[in-house]
């Protein structure tokens, strides 16, 4: 069953698309929802695969919505309006539905959606596959021999995400963005500093209380800062800055 989020703030039309919804034999309604918040606050909690999504709503527009979101599920907009069509595909959207449109179209959608799910479940199946010397990996590991994945949950769905891949992580009151290497848009998660530099290795290092980074990611220290790259200068916070030096001082090679 793919697990489907119907927004509309149009209550006709929700009413319509939670309808087809409902005809169709593969599909799970899971939530209803009457503007891009509402659902923005149900992926918070819960999960979808799919999403049928109006782009035309007041607030916040069912475009915005999906590229708001960090790891978006599969996407099918409505709308009445024929423009946002070239626009629609350009985030990668499975189908778009033009108002009014029948069961017969919206069958036709839910089949592309159907056919997008079958092979990302393949592809995910054939990645995750582990191997015997990941079966056997013992039950309690510390900081030192941490493993190389973590499991994040954001948006709608629990991400696996490489532990040396991440650059650097930035707290934001109860939220936390996690910058991954060769991603534009981090990972927002809802979790503490503290937990996550827990389930780091070693060769992460908090140098502020709002950032952790990947020590092997840096590339230089100027002053009270460190250089991630041509666009990224994190602070030294005072309360780190003598175990950061003590760390520098271990790799420093020449006169001090």
């Known amino acids: 069953m793919i697990r489907c989020l119907a927004i509309d703030d149009e209550p006709l039309a929700l009413q319509q698309l939670v309808a087809y919804i409902n005809k169709v034999p593969f599909l799970e309604l899971v939530a209803q929802c009457h503007s891009a918040v509402e659902a923005f606050k149900f992926l918070q909690n819960d ?31 409505t709308t009445a309006y024929s423009e946002y069509a070239v626009e629609g595909f350009r985030v990668n959207a499975v189908d778009y539905l033009l108002k009014p449109f029948g069961l017969q179209e919206f069958q036709r959608a839910a089949s592309r959606l159907k056919e997008m799910m079958e092979l990302k479940g393949f592809r995910e199946t054939k990645a995750d596959s582990p ?9 309690h590991i510390d900081r030192a021999s941490a493993p190389d994945t973590i499991f994040l949950k954001t948006d709608y769905r629990i991400v ?6 991440i650059r650097y992580v930035e707290g934001m009151s109860e939220y936390l963005k996690v910058w991954i290497e060769d991603n534009p848009k ?13 389930h780091l290795p070693d060769y992460f290092m908090r140098i502020h209380r709002s950032y952790i980074i990947n020590l092997t990611k840096i590339q230089e220290v100027n002053k009270n800062r460190v250089i991630m790259d041509d666009q990224t200068f994190l602070p030294i916070g005072e309360l780190y800055k003598e175990a950061f030096q003590a760390y520098l001082n271990t790799k420093f090679l020449g006169k001090q």
């Open 131 to 139: 191997d015997i010397a990941q079966t056997q990996r013992p039950a």
């Open 186 to 198: 981090p990972i927002i998660t809802l979790l503490s500093m503290k937990k996550m530099e827990e």
């Open 160 to 165: 696996k995400v490489s532990i040396p891949d």
């Open 47 to 77: 999960t979808a695969d799919a999403i049928f999504c109006d782009i035309n709503m007041p607030d916040l527009n069912g475009m915005d919505f999906v590229k708001s979101l960090a790891v978006p599920p599969l996407v099918v907009f």
